[in-house]
């Protein structure tokens, strides 16, 4: 086994971690390295609770190789990320709301909720131009039209935009329109469309694919910095699991663990996560205490007319609620 | 229920399936669609066997529109049950806080950490005298001196007393010196077991599988309830998923799931979800704004020399900070 | 489809969820239960959102009766489909084997592979020159001077190629060169690259995604199908689960039930799933004994110097046990 | 990180991992241990493959303790065990057939469907005494009353006899009657129950859990092993996952990995794993193929009539073609 020492671990820890080993009847060796020193285990017959040792002061971690990403990690840039757009910053103290339909279904319905939602509070419009679906036969949304929706939705509202763009092929039209470019679930390992993303001038919101460890995660958001865009935002929209409660599980504690492991801001989206609006609220609060840079809600002022995930869009009334409990959880993260 | 018929059903099969149904007392209406023929299941109080027409010639699969559980459900009992026990109560507006260590080491220990997690707020004192441990060659707890142990602690600092029951063997002594009766996620459908917690006079926590659905924890307390036992607390504790950020996946959903679902009350158990400390105060904060009725903690003073699972106990200073951080979101949920 | 209203729904709900039936052109039929009510939806010959009907007031949920799928599905083409392809037939008796390395490193690497894997009965010859990688800073294959490869390969070997199309920047490359198209796991959702797929005049073997259902499995099949390709081959290769036994788990009941499902020709990656050599041969016995039209395997003669993949590439000599083991199984499936 | 030498690496495979360690630039320091050599490299600033290692010769795996277990592993006690009752040898060459109704009915069930599956080639006939059920209103078992019935179906068709222990309290009684106690999913983790099995003289069927890794399936085979019971048979049941196309998903990989990593035998539960009969004749050639020492079915007479898993019980005929269709694969394996 080998334990890995903190880089700011002192010799009489990695000595106590040492000691440990030996009054287990084992040698421990100590191996330093350019940024921390590990321990080796040697002359054990058997199994070692590594739990002796992570819980030993100075001690990091046993047993794990170095992960495999750079330039989003936080052991090579500690400071946290911020993003600033126009007079919002993601990343910061407060978090940043983001809130809208699933698609943009016409222009009259983007703008009525566009004025719903700044009314509440939110920062940023999202709704999307161009859906992936999983039936070829369901809605793919308005394309180009849709862009210039949103557009007209910023001029009117002053919100800012977010929007997807699911392939190569759009991609350069979404950035001529939107604020923040976003990268859906099923793209998130879709390298070509990352390497593009990396390519753009806008910051760009990476959502976690349904089956993804956070470490791929981190490498798909390494993949749009290695190519010179650093302004890059995680989301967390739940994962596919067993659990048939919701139609995803949100993984709350993803976000504890992507702020250890990386710089970038990460956000919540728990619309999708839930797949019902009768969660969305609760998980908003849990989302703002746990620590996370923000929300993206699906708000929709005719749930029962929207021509997609209607059953997870909040009503206004909901949104407005929403809002007002979110205040309370706010100073705490 | 809906009996859903083959597309190549012949009458004589969907007449088969109408009559076994009227055979059990109910009645069975077809409905015919342009593919296949459902059959409706009308009449029936409670639960229906679906394995009872599955198997029936002709039929393709059964959808279930009612729950399978009825003591549990808050359908049947619509107001929120509340557990009053000494002072404190679980399932009002004040959340409740168990702390303490995995397991009870000696009479030292338990005394030394019951006096810091009382000084910092809770009221309920967590320890193992029983553990259940993957391992035949790990310690598996005091057994009744642990108990005793836990008497004392009680009878020192007017905590009451958590501690697992962890088979039919134990459970009545464990009933004689515990306030409240645990039962583990490892033992959640361990039926025997169950059964015996519905004949004790103490408040039991059923802890959620790793593998289990919401139906599941709520069929299992159904058993308690069902023996009359009805002072029930769930408690999720995360479950099994591929990712690897922590040592379960705290499904946090599960709070306003349950909530919805049953009249009983739900915490949180964010220190075996997590599987570290570094992520357990967040999780709480989380775990609290989501709506849970209270949380439990492992709290060591000593966490490198505790017998397992010191990689997730806090420091008393990790405690202290919970509990301060949790104020903050207290009046919220 | 059948919508499930809640408990406390009213006459008024019910008839509204009636009256949206209508609009659509449907039948509702309402069938009261003890509990609540359950109304049917009849007279639609596709696939209903049902987005539509979970808005609306008082509905509680809404049950899938018939399939989302059309064209791949076997109740609408109920014979199987066999593809033809040179000299050899996929979906037929006789399964087909596909080998290889995991990428073309080299000519000399690759000539002397398909020797190897010709010499012992494969007759497809599988190897990435497109390369999905995790890491921006993996080796990304050699791109066309990989395909040029490839096409010297069927030219001295005889062998089909099939290879693999990670964008709609280089399917068209692909087509060019390959007489198989893949389309891999992470890309099961990349739609652009299913619809550019059902242009090509070339099969298309298309992997099931780490997270995919069976029913998204066949709706993306379906994607490939609706622009005209009919030639699709699915390939099962494992889905990401809490098993660490294996790289991925492998899912060998997707084969009768795919078979079950649609018409379309599946195979099995065993490598893949296994990612480790030595559960490579077992799994590829249970692989065609189960059902399955074929297998792809990754063969190396030097995998420790393999630029990917080393740990699951068999041996020459592994993949000759393999053939001739299976050879002992082949009549049965 | 750490490379794990095979126990039989000679001294130039080790050479020839430090040699590769090298020219990545870094330091490789072996380690000598009492049974196989560690190298411990030194000096990388970053990521390293450990596939680059994995596949050098004489490794055996990289970073990974020794097993937590040792009277079930492979390495402890390298010769493959084979438990002979009265006639049949479970472990061996051949594998062996445990089939019957899920649960004992009465004693005309038992007998007519004993002397179905011992007409088609079974050694062992199952059926379920005591029946552990997540809903408490289930049918729970016949008791004592069906041990007896077994009792009389061995006496009447020669067959042996397996059924279930659910608790501490009917172990006892099911040792009296049964020829192979059963330990449950359930139950895998039961450990005052397996602590009892291990006081036992009848050999023990241990499924593993729905949500148990191999090593925690081993860890609770050693507990039985630990308190003097060696003849354990160890069962893959399907594990819970999100693929909703079976009941759970077979880990077929799971016989591969336990057949490396212990000395006990393995069989499958194609029926429990299924859900549906018309998976399991496919996955029980699936199973022998693979490699099992054994198969446990499911059967009925009259599955339309069954108290309990009628779905996946197969019909009298169904047996007869598994029966025949496995002599095709048997030599296989």
Redesign the interface.
């Known amino acids: ?2 334990v890995i020492m903190k880089n700011d671990a002192t010799e009489e820890q990695v000595q106590g971690v040492v000691n440990r080993i030996e009054d287990l009847g084992f040698r421990g ?1 100590p ?1 330093p ?3 921390r020193t ?1 321990i ?1 285990i ?11 040792f ?4 100075g001690v990091k971690e046993c ?8 330039l989003v990690s936080r052991e090579t840039h500690p400071q946290s990320t911020t993003i600033t757009i126009g007079d919002i910053t993601i990343g910061g103290e407060k978090p940043v709301f983001m809130a809208g339909p699933c698609a943009v279904e016409s222009e009259k319905q983007a703008i009525t909720i566009a004025g719903i939602v700044k009314r509440f509070g939110a920062e940023v419009f999202r709704g999307g131009a161009y859906k ?7 809605f793919q949304g308005l394309g180009e039209e849709g862009l210039k929706i949103l557009a007209k939705v910023r001029q009117e509202t002053g919100l800012l935009i977010i929007t997807e763009a ?4 759009n991609i350069e039209m979404v950035e001529e329109y939107a604020d923040i470019i976003q990268i859906g679930a ?2 998130m ?5 990352l ?1 593009k993303a990396g390519h753009t001038r806008k910051p760009v919101l990476l959502k976690r ?3 993804a ?2 470490d ?1 995660l981190l ?2 958001a ?2 749009i910095l ?1 190519e010179g865009n650093s302004r890059v935002i995680l989301c967390e929209r739940g ?8 139609r995803n ?9 992507i702020i ?1 492991a990386s710089h970038l801001p990460v956000i919540i989206d728990p619309s999708h ?2 797949g019902r609006r ?2 969305v609220i ?2 908003s ?7 996370a840079h923000g929300l993206i809600i699906e708000v929709h002022h005719d ?9 997870q ?1 909040l009503y206004p009334e909901g949104f407005e609620r929403l809002m007002q ?1 979110i205040k ?2 706010v ?3």
């Open positions: 086994m080998l060796i191996i390295g350019s940024l590990a080796c040697v002359g054990n017959q058997g199994y070692v609770e590594d739990s002796q992570l819980s030993l002061d047993l794990r190789v170095t992960r495999p990403y750079k992936p679906r999983s039936s070829p036969y369901s699911t392939d190569i092929s099923r793209n390992q879709n390298y070509a469309l390497r694919g349904l089956a460890t956070i791929e490498m798909s390494e993949y290695s994962i596919r699991t067993f659990a048939d409660n919701t599980t949100l993984d709350i504690s993803a976000i504890p663990c250890e996560a839930a009768e969660y609760p998980l609060r849990a989302a703002i205490a746990v620590g749930p029962a007319h929207a021509v997609s995930d209607g059953r869009s409990e309370e959880v100073h705490v993260a």
